[in-house]
C-alpha cells in the first residue's frame, strides 16, 4: 500500500528498540482496517466484548511470546526497556489484546525468580507454543490483602489438594496454566502461603471450574474473570519455590509486572494524543484550524511533555532492573503509580480538545479515542492499586532519605546506549535498603548542567530553566526530609503518609529525567537534545509539588508543540527516543 510522508532528517533508533520498529511495521498502520490490530478491528471486539483472537494469532505468529522467555532459557528477553517498548507500542493499538498477550508475563515471573529447572523449561515451552499462563493472586473478599487469602492447598501422599476460588483474574478462563496463590498453613501469616505452577489441561476436570466472565467498564474484550477448586490436585512438582515462601515470591514477581504497567499506560497515552494532535490540525473551528487556538497549543504541548516525563520514568525503571534489582521495590512502585496516573489526566485534559468528539464511538480514528479513555483506567488498578504503590513507597521513606547510602554506579540505567547486564532476578528484594540511584544522582545534576554553559545545541534561556529546575528538585528533596522526619509514623496508610509518597515519586521522576536526557544526549535528535521538552516537563513536575505557585505560560509551548506536529507528521513515536512507526495510508 502507498504512503505519503514529507521527508526529514531524524536520528536513528538506538539497538533495542529495532524491534520495535518491525513490530509497529508488521501491525501496520492503525488506520488500516483490514489489519488485526488495525482500530477499526479492536474497536469492532471491544462492542462485541469479543475475546481478541485474531490479534493474538497475529502475534504468536510473529513471535511476540518470545519475549516472554529470558534468553537464558531459549528466548528474547534480553533488555526489559526493548520489551516495555514492544508492550508500549501494543497497548497502544489495543489495550485488551496487550493485557492478554502479557499476562504471562505476570503468570510465569515467579518460576523465573525461584522455579525448578524443570519448571522453568516446562513454562518456556508451554510460552512459546503460545499459551498463556495467569496469575491466581486476589479473591473476591480480600483484594490486595494478600494475607487475608483463603484459598487453602491441604498436603497429601505425592501432592496437594487446591480448594477455593481466585476472582478476578485476567484470563482465568483463556489461560492453559496458571500460578495459583494458595494458603499453606491455616494459621496464614508472612510465611503460611505458597505458590503452584497449575497445567489446566492435565489436572481433573471435575476439580476445577471457570468463574463467568464479569462485564467491565473498559477493556470489553478482555477475559477478567475466575476458577473456582474442589479439592483439585496438583503434585509436589507443582510447588515453586519453598514452601511458604508465597507472599515474598509473589511480591517480587510483581515488580517486574508493575514495571511492564508503565509500557501498558504509555501506549494508551501515545493514542490518545495522536488521536487529538491530529483532530486538531484537520479540524476547522472559527475559520482556523483547532491547533490555532492558544489553549489548545497549550494543552497539547504539555501533555507531551507529561508523557516524555512519564516515559523517561518508565524507560529508567525497566533499565534499573538490570542494573539495580535489588532497588526495583523502589522504582517499579514509582513506574506503577506515577505513569498510569500521569496518563490517566493527561487524557482527561486532551478530552477538552475533542469536545462532543470525546464521547462519541464511531467518529474521528473509528472512535478510539472513547475506548483509550475508558481502557486507561484499569491500569492504575491492576497489579496494586495506586494506593498500594504509595503505601509500598511510604513504608520506605525514612531509609530512603537518610542520607547514608553507598555509592552506586547508576549510569547504565540513564545512558540508553549503554550494554545492560543480563537479568539478575535472584537480586530481586522485598526492600531497597535505602538506595534509589535517581534521588541520589540529583546531588551531581547541577553540575552536570553547568558543564553545558556554551553547548551550542542548547539554548542558554533553556540550560538556566533547567539548571533552576535542578535546584528546585533538591530543594523540594530537602523539604521533603523535614517533613517526613516531622510524621509520627510514615509508614501507616494515611493521607499525610500517601503524600510524602507522592513527593517523592515526583522529585524520583525529575531526577530521573534529568538524569537520562544528560547520559543520553549524544543519542537523541536535535529537539530532544536541545531540552527545551525536559525545562516543560520538569516546570509540570514541580508544579505538582508547588499547587499554590502562580502558573505561567511557558516559553517552551511553541517549539514542543512544534515538535510535536513534526513527529506525527512523520509517523514518529512520541518519544525521547528515536522510533518510526508505519506509515499513515494515502486516502
Known sequence: MQTARTEESHATALPQFAAAEAFD???????????????????????GETYPRAPLSFLKEWGFQQYHIPV??????????????LVRLLAGRDLSTAVAANITLLGGVTTWVAGTAEQKERVAQWIAQGKHISFGLTEQNHGSDLVANRLCAEKVDGGWLLTGEKWPIGDATQSSAMTVYARTDERGGPRGFSLFLVDKETIDPQTWRPLPKIPTLGMRAS????????????????????????IELALKGLQLSRTMCGGLAMGAGDTALRVVTDFALTRRLYGSPVLAIPHVQSTLAEAFADLLIAECVTITGARALHVVPDQLSVWSAIVKYLVPVTVEETIRRLS???????????????GIFQKTYRDSGIVSVFEGSTVVQLHALAVQLRQLLSGRKAPVDATPIFDLSAPLPGLQLSRLDLTAHGHDSAIASLGHLEEALA???????????????????????????????????ACANPGERSAEAFDLARRFALIHAGAAALALWLHSRRNLDAFMAGGQWLALGLQRVLAQLRPSAVRRTSPWVKPVLDALVSLHEHDRLFSVTPVQLAAKPVS
Request: hydrophobic share 45%.
Open 25 to 47: 511495521l508488521a501491525m501496520g498502520h492503525p488506520l488500516e482496517g483490514a489489519r488485526p490490530l488495525s482500530f477499526q478491528q479492536v474497536m469492532a471486539l471491544d462492542e
Open 72 to 85: 537464558a532459557h531459549g528466548g528474547k528477553l534480553a533488555a526489559y526497556d526493548e520489551f516495555m517498548m
Open 223 to 246: 477475559d477478567v474473570s475466575g476458577i473456582a477448586f474442589d479439592r483439585c490436585f496438583v503434585p509436589d512438582s507443582a510447588l515453586i519455590g519453598p514452601l511458604g515462601a508465597g
Open 352 to 366: 477538552v480538545v475533542l469536545g462532543a468528539r470525546y464521547f462519541l464511538r464511531d467518529t474521528h480514528w473509528e
Open 451 to 485: 558543564a553545558l554553559n556554551g553547548d551550542p545545541s542548547v539554548e542558554p534561556a533553556c540550560l538556566q530553566d533547567l539548571l533552576a529546575h535542578a535546584r528546585a528538585l533538591q530543594a523540594e528533596l530537602g523539604a521533603l526530609k523535614q517533613d517526613v522526619d
